[in-house]
């Protein structure tokens, strides 16, 4: 069974900080992995999808890089501001089903950006 | 921005009670989804619902849910007999074609069961 691990739980940065988010999963045949931002109270929204087949994705100031033989993927977040601060999910899409696959999240990494 | 939106934001109803949440999903998309996640938890994975029927569930999704696509736009998700333990955010997502591609998620409703 595929499970998602996120370190840490919790991240407080000054604005204007690199920082690294971290992701692990069990299982390496997956065909994706999405990195998704939820702030309190609300949805999901998605930031980068990373395919199997690819080392990384950039979207602005984030970088997500997969290792997926090493069942691992970090989400890089350059020059950090306070508008980051949010809970960022980590979610794997198993490759044992054909079809419309669900996705497996970790529990989060809280981040705060102190202005 | 085409986006996935789900009505109501807040539902809070009495144990045993039946409801039905819905969810619009992105207009061109073809695979659609039903995750919760109860407070301080993970997202959990509901059902999936391709081609008017359903293609995967979870342990969770017992015979007390169930799904529909009334039409060509909306996707219900139906709880039967609510628990105290189905309180949760419930979120819709869709996507425009298989597991390869970015499912995008609605804003929840928020399930309150007392």
């Known amino acids: 069974k595929q499970e998602v691990t996120q370190i840490p739980a919790a991240l407080s940065v000054p604005e204007g900080e690199n920082l690294v988010l971290n992701c692990s999963f069990t299982?390496?045949?997956?065909?994706?992995l999405q990195w998704f931002r939820q702030d309190p109270g609300k949805g999901l929204t998605s930031l980068l999808l990373?395919?199997?087949?690819?080392r990384e994705q950039t979207s602005g100031r984030l970088n997500a890089s997969l290792d997926k033989s090493s069942g691992r993927s970090t989400l890089y977040i350059a020059a950090s501001q306070p508008g980051d601060s949010a809970t960022y999910l980590c979610?794997?899409?198993?490759?044992?089903?054909?079809?419309?696959?669900?996705?497996?999240f970790g529990k989060g990494t809280r981040l705060s950006v102190i202005a | 921005e085409p986006e996935v939106t789900q009505t109501p934001s807040h539902q809070v109803t009495q144990m045993g009670q039946e409801v039905i949440l819905r969810c619009v999903p992105i207009?061109?998309?073809?695979?659609f989804y039903w995750y919760r996640q109860i407070l301080g938890q993970k997202v959990e994975f509901l059902v999936s619902?391709?081609?008017?029927?359903?293609?995967?569930k979870s342990e969770i999704f017992d015979d007390q849910f169930s799904v529909e696509r009334p039409d060509g736009s909306n996707f219900t998700l139906k709880i039967r007999s609510t628990k105290l333990e189905d309180s949760a955010m419930y979120f819709c997502?869709?996507?425009?074609?298989?597991?390869?591609?970015?499912?995008?998620f609605g804003p929840g409703t928020r399930l309150l069961v007392l």
């Open positions: 997502a869709s996507s425009e074609r298989d597991t390869q591609e970015t499912q995008y």
């Open positions: 299982d390496s045949a997956i065909y994706n």
């Open positions: 990373i395919q199997s087949s690819q």
């Open positions: 979610a794997v899409s198993p490759g044992r089903y054909s079809g419309n696959t669900p996705l497996v």
């Open positions: 207009s061109n998309h073809l695979y």
């Open positions: 619902f391709y081609n008017n029927e359903i293609s995967e």
